[in-house]
């Protein structure tokens, strides 16, 4: 006997749409001029203006609003390595996210290479064709490896969001959550649970905008000098957190701290390592689809401050909140670069639309609809690209 079974909502949907973006046309083809207009013979000027100065590109064409989602499919989602095909559906909605939330327009580019250097190589030799490279859903240590080198290569700005957009909304999440408890950032005591793409970018981004007690743990517990393999991104991690000199698991990591920020993997933190942190503990447990702790446990041990990265419990910290302006206003700007000075004011952008008379343990961040963040993140990076000089029209 056949039994048929039925479909999930989620196939069904995507059956339905069979893709979630596509191709509008700008330019109007109504008659025989508008086709000499936008095609031959007339775009035979605008192909000559930009082989005398290829900049011209960025005027000419969309290349100026337009973003490469480039993955190679090895650590997407929670799903880990399940390939560039199936990473597809992932980047066709990270573009989607790009043009609704920064009318960005976003093209996927997924690359059937484990080596960093075969997806370079992609990458850098279709640069032309956009303004802009999201790198996404790459595992660690190769998007270290490949995000520095295109950083270096490329003329146009390179972030890898699951590392930069991850830190950014972060620290936005961790500024306002500070403010409810009267803590400052230099002072408190941080953990960070899991060294991966996201881990690794936090600790970075969080001691750049001025954190200064920072402990690492992965899951063979806290990073130390003698625990981590020369030459290693854990081991550069290693060489500048864990100043109290702790050795052990993440046990003992979080007793007497502040902050515990978890990018790692589901119910690592239990209620009573909640209990031994220091008064008023922010818990950012972002592991999905299951958190670290779940909220509930985590304020029933003494959680002052709990967000996720879900959507059903308040304190989403999502990155949709960040990587739609940060490229919205480093196209605007022209920018050449993402840095962590941009990152910051983007961080500060997003904390700032939570005023003061809104602000609560349930309330850390701006709700993701909200019409105000792409614009004000935008803006932020906007006038920082200017200032730092990172910008075509700076190094014209």
């Known amino acids: 006997m056949n039994i048929i079974q039925e479909e999930s909502l989620p196939i069904t949907m995507h059956k339905e749409w069979r893709g979630k973006i596509e191709t509008a046309v700008r330019a109007p083809l109504e008659n025989s001029y508008d086709l000499a207009l936008a095609y031959t013979p007339g775009v035979a000027e605008p192909c000559l203006a930009i082989k005398s100065d290829k900049n011209r590109s960025f005027e000419l064409t969309r290349r100026w609003n337009t973003v490469a989602v480039v993955t190679n499919g090895t650590a997407v989602l929670g799903l880990g390595d399940i390939g560039p095909a199936a990473g597809l559906p992932v980047m066709e909605g990270k573009a989607a996210l790009f043009k609704a939330f920064g009318g960005v327009d976003a093209v996927p ?85 899991g060294c991966g793409a996201a881990g690794t970018a936090i600790a970075k981004l969080l001691m750049k905008a001025g954190a200064k007690k920072l402990t690492m743990c992965d899951k063979k517990g806290i990073l130390t000098e003698e625990t981590t393999e020369e030459g290693s991104h854990m081991r550069e991690l290693a060489m500048v957190t864990n100043k109290r000199k702790l050795k052990g698991t993440l046990k003992t990591a979080v007793k007497k701290a502040d902050v515990f920020i978890g990018v790692s993997a589901a119910n690592v933190l239990k209620a009573e ?110 006038n920082v690209a200017v200032s730092l000089g990172v910008t075509r029209k700076s190094k014209a």
């Open 109 to 193: 580019v997924c690359i059937d290479s484990k080596d960093p250097e075969k997806v370079i190589e992609t990458v850098a030799l279709i640069e032309s064709n956009f303004g802009g490279i999201n790198l996404e859903d790459i595992s660690a240590p190769s998007c270290f490896i490949i995000e520095n080198e295109l950083k270096k290569r490329l003329s146009i700005p390179v972030m890898h969001d699951d590392q930069h957009g991850t830190a950014t909304v972060v620290l936005a999440a961790l500024k306002n959550a500070l403010r409810l408890c009267g803590k400052k950032l230099d002072k408190v005591s941080i953990v960070i649970n």
């Open 273 to 382: 390592d909640v209990a031994s942190m220091n008064e008023k503990p922010i818990i950012f447990a972002m592991a999905n689809p299951i958190p670290e702790i779940l909220p509930d446990i985590a304020k029933n041990a003494g959680a002052f401050v709990v967000g996720t990265g879900r959507s059903d419990f308040p304190n989403q910290i999502n990155n949709v909140l960040a990587f739609p302006g940060i490229f919205r206003g480093a196209l605007d700007a022209e920018a050449t670069d993402i840095t962590d000075e941009m990152l910051i004011a983007a961080a500060d952008a997003i904390a700032g639309l939570v005023g003061e008379d809104e602000l609560s343990r349930e309330k850390i961040v701006p709700d993701a609809f909200d019409p105000r963040i792409a614009e004000a993140v935008a803006e932020a990076v906007r």
